[in-house]
C-alpha cells in the first residue's frame, strides 16, 4: 500500500475499498457534493477534497501566483482535490481553538464555510457517518 496519501486514496477508490474504510464524510447539504471524506487507513487517516472553484476576489486573497500554477487546473481559480494525512491538516489538533479547514463546492464555501478542529472531532466521536453542511455553514448530521 502507497504511503502517498493521494495514491492511497486514489487506490482505495478504484479498487471499491473506500467505503470499507471511510469513516466520516462532510457533504453540500443541497447537492450532496463532497466536501471532505475522512478514511480511516492501516497507514492513517486520509483526508480528501474534491476540486473546487473559488471567486476571483477571494482567490487572489488567499493564493499567490506561484500556488496557483501549481494547484490549479487553469492557474486561477479551478483548484484541484487534493488528499493528505490528518497530521498535515489543522484538524489534527482540536484543543487548538480558531483552526480550521475551509469546506468548498460550487455551492458551499463562499463566504468561508470553516470546519473547526473541535467539530470535527466531535462528529468523529460522536460516529457520524455524514454530516452535511449548509451554503450558511449551519452543519447536521445526515448518518
Known amino acids: 500500500m502507497s504511503s502517498d496519501p493521494e495514491q492511497l486514496y486514489n487506490a482505495l477508490l478504484s479498487s471499491g475499498r473506500l467505503a470499507q474504510l471511510r469513516r466520516l464524510t462532510y457533504r453540500c447539504a443541497d ?12 497507514l492513517g487517516m486520509v483526508l480528501h477534497q474534491v476540486r473546487f472553484k473559488q471567486s476571483e476576489s477571494i482567490n487572489l486573497e488567499r493564493s499567490n501566483e506561484a500556488g496557483r500554477a501549481k494547484n490549479t487546473f ?7 482535490p487534493r488528499s493528505y494525512w490528518i497530521e498535515q491538516s489543522a484538524l489534527h489538533h482540536p484543543e487548538d481553538v480558531g483552526s480550521g479547514l475551509s469546506l468548498q463546492c460550487d455551492h458551499v464555501g463562499v463566504p468561508d464555510v470553516i ?5 470535527f472531532s466531535a462528529d468523529w466521536a460522536a460516529q457520524h457517518a455524514e454530516v452535511r453542511v449548509r451554503r450558511d455553514g449551519s ?3 445526515a448518518y
Request: hydrophobic share 40%.
Open 74 to 80: 487553469d492557474g486561477n481559480n479551478h483548484w484541484m
Open 31 to 42: 447537492h450532496r457534493c463532497l466536501l471532505l471524506d475522512a478514511v480511516e487507513t492501516p
Open 115 to 119: 470546519l473547526s478542529a473541535a467539530e
Open 139 to 141: 452543519r447536521y448530521a
